[in-house]
């Protein structure tokens, strides 16, 4: 894996919304620094077995940038706690979560090892405090191609999925509990939880999530002005 720089904790000047602990700051010279480290040995055996000019490979991070059947890096969210759980939290406390959040980093590390890190980051500025986590997944072995290549379904899919979750919710809660000394337990999952979704649908996600979040506040409001009118009329 390439060794990539921790940069520390980076906030913005509005109430240290956002810090960044590990990447520099283009994500994408990050990605093709990590493509050479992980894929330029199995590109250059590659190339060598080939008779035709046609079938090398120059560049492979050009190359699978280039192929629309096959994302270069994908994203990953860590979230704890929902907006009704973080609404009266001080910054304090929300800021203890940076601890929580790296031992995440660690432990998807440990669970998932077919998918190397490019950069993390922490946000503060939304609901609830969550976990961004950009990286590349990789396959060995290959017969056909690269004996290394890019590889998304051999590492996220309908099954590994629902493991990776089962897993990632017992060391989060775990680790959540021993930095700030309680004894919480998690919400049952419910199902449909485990979702792959696409970049170019990810703004309408987040909008979809924001507005998920304000009618559940304004139904809350209706039905506290409900059991009020019930009491008066009662």
């Not at 120059?58 to 929902?82: T, V």
């Not at 017969?143 to 990632?168: A, R, T």
């Not at 939880?193 to 987040?206: G, L, P, Q, T």
């Amino acid at each position: 894996m390439v060794s990539i720089v921790s940069k520390g904790l980076h906030f913005d000047e509005e109430q240290e919304l956002i810090c960044t602990i590990k990447g520099a700051s283009s994500i994408v010279e990050d990605t093709k620094i990590l493509y050479l480290d992980l894929f330029e040995d199995a590109r250059i055996k590659h190339n060598e077995k080939q008779n035709r000019n046609d079938r090398k490979i120059e560049n492979y991070f050009n190359h699978i940038s280039n192929d629309n059947k096959r994302d270069f890096a994908y994203e990953i969210i860590i979230e704890l706690g929902d907006m009704d759980f973080w609404v009266d939290k001080d910054e304090k406390f929300k800021h203890k979560m940076i601890e929580t959040f790296k031992e995440q980093i660690k432990d998807f590390e440990e669970v998932v090892p077919n998918f190397k890190i490019i950069n993390y980051t922490i946000h503060f500025e939304e609901s609830s405090s969550h976990l961004h986590i950009a990286g590349v997944t990789f396959k060995d072995g290959m017969k056909n191609g690269m004996e290394k290549q890019v590889g998304k379904s051999d590492v996220f899919n309908k099954i590994s999925l629902k493991e990776i979750q089962d897993k990632m919710r017992l060391y989060c809660i775990n680790s959540f509990n021993r930095i700030y000394n309680l004894n919480y337990t998690l919400k049952i999952k419910e199902e449909g939880r485990n979702v792959d979704i696409n970049v170019a649908n990810m703004n309408e996600y987040k909008k979809f999530k924001r507005e998920q979040e304000k009618y559940k506040k304004q139904l809350e409001e209706l039905n506290n002005k409900t059991d009020e009118l019930q009491n008066k009329s009662n």
